[in-house]
C-alpha cells in the first residue's frame, strides 16, 4: 500500500466537538467560496523550468526513488542531469 506519513505540525486529527461546529463549504458566503478554492490551485509557473512529460521506468527504479520521500521525481532529474555530465550521447 502506497501510505504517506506526514511531519506538518498543521495536519491534526478533528474532535468530535470540532466537526459539530464546523460549516460545510456550500453555507459559506459565495465570495468566500470562490476564495478557499482558488487556494485549491496553483498557479502557473512565472519562469517554468521543467516540462511535463511521460516516461517508463523499472517499477524497482521507482520505488528506490520513492523510499527517499518527498522530492523524488526531483531527485530523478538531478540523476539523469548528472548522468548526461559524465557521459556522451550517441
Given amino acids: 500500500m502506497n501510505r504517506k506519513t506526514k511531519n506538518d505540525k498543521d495536519d491534526f486529527e478533528w474532535t468530535e466537538t470540532e ?7 456550500n453555507s459559506l458566503p459565495k ?7 482558488a487556494r485549491k490551485t496553483r498557479g502557473p509557473q512565472t519562469s517554468p523550468t521543467k516540462v511535463s512529460t511521460t516516461i517508463r521506468l ?3 527504479v521507482i520505488a528506490s526513488f520513492k523510499a527517499t520521500g518527498s522530492g523524488w521525481q526531483t531527485k530523478i532529474d538531478h540523476a539523469l542531469k548528472q548522468w548526461l555530465e559524465e557521459h556522451t550521447l550517441t
Fill in 58 to 60: 523499472s517499477s524497482d
Fill in 19 to 25: 466537526l459539530k461546529v464546523s460549516k460545510k463549504i
Fill in 31 to 37: 465570495s468566500l467560496q470562490l476564495k478557499l478554492a
